[in-house]
C-alpha cells in the first residue's frame, strides 16, 4: 500500500487547510484510516482515525471539533479538514492505513505510513 500525503501549508491562526492522502497498490487490506502528527521536538500522535466500510470516526481531544476526516471509497482517499488552526496545531502531519476494523490510537497499529505534509500555523 501507498500513501500520499498532500495539502499541508504555512497558514495564519484561525484559518483552515484540508489535507488529503492518497491510497493505491494493494489496499483491499485496509480496514481503517488514520492521521498523526508530529511537532517539533515532540513524539508522533494520534489526531483522527476513520474505518473504512462504516466511516466510523474518532478524534483526539486536542481537534475535537474543529477536525473532521472523511473518507472517499471511490477515489481511495481519506481526508483531514483542519478549521480554526491554532500555532500548537503545528506539525509534520502523516496518514496511515490499518487493518484493524476499529480506529486504534497507538501507531503501532497502522501498517503503512505516508510521506507527511508539513503544517505551520503562525500566529
Known amino acids: 500500500v501507498q500513501l500520499q500525503a498532500s495539502g499541508g501549508g504555512l497558514v495564519q491562526a484561525g484559518d483552515s487547510l484540508r489535507l488529503s492522502c492518497a491510497a493505491s497498490g494493494r489496499t483491499f487490506n485496509t480496514k481503517s484510516m488514520g492521521w498523526f502528527r508530529q511537532g517539533p521536538g515532540k513524539e508522533r500522535e494520534f489526531v483522527a482515525g476513520?474505518?473504512?466500510?462504516?466511516?466510523?470516526?474518532y478524534y483526539a481531544d486536542s481537534p475535537k471539533g474543529r477536525f473532521t476526516i472523511s473518507r472517499d471509497m471511490t477515489n481511495n482517499t481519506v481526508s483531514l479538514q483542519m478549521n480554526s488552526l491554532k500555532p500548537e496545531d503545528t506539525a509534520v502531519y502523516y496518514c496511515a492505513a490499518s487493518s484493524f476494523s476499529i480506529v486504534r490510537t497507538s501507531r503501532f497499529y497502522y501498517d503503512y505510513w505516508g510521506q507527511g505534509t508539513l503544517v505551520t500555523v503562525s500566529s
Open positions: 476513520i474505518t473504512w466500510s462504516g466511516g466510523s470516526t
